[in-house]
């Protein structure tokens, strides 16, 4: 048995702050290697903020900011950054909506004043508007080949229901249809109302402050974060299901748990380490070294400013459906039944410190990451704070927090109808899933 | 608003150059220290990519890089991963047609003993009979799992028809009726062939700065290879396993259960990777063609005509022969049109020669992406590591440099006329 070497992650260094003129925060870290600058403009909103009936709003909103903007057309914005090697896209995802730049360090200049244009003066030209939900629409429907993603959907659409995090950022066909340029207006108008950071790695240029707020332009009205209440999951414990004519069977069985914010959030990142992260990970040795069961298992636990999901995932051969049901069941009731050993929550806790090196390796996850962090109303040093404080938590502690957030978890399955049945019979069987009803049978 | 001309090659890069070290067995070990890496990767290649597996090994590449995990004479299976990741670290491989790698990423403290483990495992496999059962069902899982993806099951497809005599026309992860006639002798036999100096390198990357390597690399499994008698060999490395290729144009047509969209899917042949200028040229010409919204495909066919949702056109650098593979997601009545237009852009490039700014926009496309791909250890682990294999290594700068040799009327004249319509394998993926 080997040791388990404590090593030490030099803590990010505090960046320069400073504020936009309309209250967004601004964090530079400046970093030598390669003359680039990566920049993330996290604006909290995202799909959990699209409205009743629009739901896909602001992935569609995110496509077109750079579709023309300011004084460019999409065709002139794409020539110049483009035109420069270079690359800024928008992206909505649950909880925000951000702007990402990856730039040579010479050509920031040029290209940051983009991103008050982009969140101030979007055209929304209802031509883009038509081809970009045309292009969402499309990619909607492509998604359904994927036998994951039809399974993740419908376990998505039970632990949230119709609410916030029910659906895939791109939105529901039949929604996204009907959003028109006066509701992409209202969703633009809203932009960082609820809350922006700015976060810039790398080579920043001289004069950053005038290049982010232009003379000329108008104030962006943007506060700070704050660490605000998200989204709750409510659901209780259910089987859903999804037939498709495929050679495996996908099973997810998960839960709603708690925001990034909540203190308990870092036990269960402890929890994936151990489950899922890397080859040693228990659902990786037992599920795939010890019974050969699929190729991919492992554990999917994005963090969330609301009640993020906790899921456990594996795809396995339809034919064997009962004993990969069996087994993931099983493992997560040990998770319930028996706290980790000394040995497992130390060998949890270096992958916790190496996944956190790992993710610090460019400019780019650097801002990324620390956009994400500032936008969820924590502080700079929250994820050196965490490395910290996972130090210090016990066994027990950690048990504690899979029983109380994890107790419920639900089912859910796609593949060929026999190996539904199978899973189905397995899950009615067991501890987790007897009592529970079934919904939404295709 | 005016843009100036500048060359890719910005004033601020200050590349460090690769460091080589040859062993006395002739194996060569390539580093690279980067300043800001918090950590440091260790990547060993090795040519055993599916292209070198006989007529009864099919799989047998993929195969052994998962055995590989089982353990050594001297690792039990799984203590590789425990060790690695109770040292912070990760690990992976991935097989190829040409090669296979294995990568660990470590904090720097934990280099010396990674380095041991990864060189021990890779080099002394186990390969116990009752792994062997096991992991064949963990490949034959993954089979399946790609089999489940439709746009996977279009790709395979037209690699098998475009490449029909070649190695690259065959599944890297081989077929079932393969992997279960397999069995550990003849992998053992497999590896004994395949990871043996002059076939092999290893890189490190990352925080290295301190690092003795030779060192570290007295008395490791890498330094006690067996050197390869000289006469075997003779002359430079060895060359690459299978003929060349010889791409096979031609029309098909697949009708795919679960498909939601079709596919047009397109291959050309491209010059092979050895050729390090044609491959700058030809990533200059993919990208003038299909990268970024004002590209010449994208721009027709998604932004203009809407015929797609996506068109994509990928250069796959292959030893045999490099591939482009154009991918168009559309309605399947939109097919004839998009393959219509796809005709008419190559025909219009033909008949005008692009802009000088538009090969300059395709030339910083292409420079940054590489220049962005140089900021962590892996990357560069990755391309030194690959350059060293194949006897390619040079400064870090000399991609960039390649890129000012291509003009506008030279891609017309050398690369353009292999990207015609009538050279291509044309595969149309329907839903069934």
Known sequence: MSSTTTTTLPPLPQPERFQLPGGCPVSVLRRGGPAILSARLWIRGGSAADPPGQRGRSQLLAG???????????????????????????????????????????????????????????????????????????????????????????????????????HDPLGVEEELAGLDRSRLLEAAADLGGQGAALVLVGRPPRDLEQLLHPADAPIWTARPPLALPGQQGEASPALVREEQDTEQLVLLLGASTVPLGDPRSLALRLLQCHLGVGMSSRLFVALREEHGLAYDVGVHAPARCGAS?????????????TEATRELLSEWQRLLDQPLSESELALALAKFRGASAAGRQTCGQIASRQAMVLGHGLGWSYADDALRRAGSLDPATLHAVARQLLGRPSLSLCGPPQALNAAAQVWGAHPLGRSSPEQGVS | MPQSFRPPLQAADSFEDPRLLRLPNGVEVVSLNQEQAPLVCLDFWCRAGSAGEGPDQAGMAHFLEHMVFKGSERLEAGEFDRRVESLGGSSNAATGFDDVHFHVLVPPEGVAEALDLLLDLVLKPRLDPGDF?????????????????????????????ACPQHPYGRPILGDRSALKAQNPERMAAFHRNSYRPRRCSLALAGAIDGLVLDDLLAGSALADLEPVPSSALPGALPPPAGPDLALRP???????????????????????????????????????????????????????????????????????????????VCAPEQVAAVEEQIAEVWRELCCTPPAESELERARRLVANGYRFGLESASSVAGLIGHQCLWGRLQPLRHPLELLQRWSVERLGAELLPLLAPERACRLLALPA
């Not at chain 2, 899982?141 to 746009?151: G, I, R, V």
């Not at chain 2, 040229?281 to 998604?302: C, F, H, I, N, P």
């Open chain 1, 64 to 166: 077109l900011l750079s579709r023309g903007c300011g004084e460019l057309s999409g065709d002139q914005l794409a020539d110049l950054v483009e035109g420069l090697g270079d690359d800024l896209r928008c992206e909505a995802s649950e909880d925000a909506l951000v702007i990402s730049l990856k730039c040579a360090s010479d050509d920031a200049p040029t290209l940051l004043p983009l991103l008050e244009a982009m969140v101030q003066r979007p055209w929304l030209d209802p031509d883009q508007i038509s081809l970009e939900r045309q292009l969402n629409l499309q990619t909607l429907a492509r998604l359904r080949e994927d036998p994951f993603q039809q399974a993740h959907d419908l376990l998505q659409s039970h632990l949230y229901g119709q609410g916030p995090y029910g």
């Open chain 1, 309 to 321: 999901p906790f899921v456990f995932h594996l795809s396995s051969s339809a034919e064997r459906a």
């Open chain 2, 133 to 161: 059962q096991m992991e064949r069902q963990v490949v034959l899982e993954e089979l399946a799992q790609s089999e489940d993806q439709p746009e996977e099951v279009a790709f395979q497809r037209l690699l098998s028809l």
């Open chain 2, 250 to 328: 031609g029309v098909h047509e697949l009708r795919l259960p679960r498909l939601e969209a079709a596919r047009l899917l397109m291959a050309w042949q491209l010059p092979a990777a050895a050729d390090l200028e044609a491959v700058a040229g030809a990533d200059l010409l993919t990208s003038l063609m299909a990268e970024g919204r004002r590209s010449r495909l994208v721009q027709r066919l998604r932004e203009d005509r809407r015929l797609v949702e996506s068109v994509d056109l990928d250069l796959n650098v292959l030893e045999a022969g490099s591939l482009a593979l154009l991918e168009a």
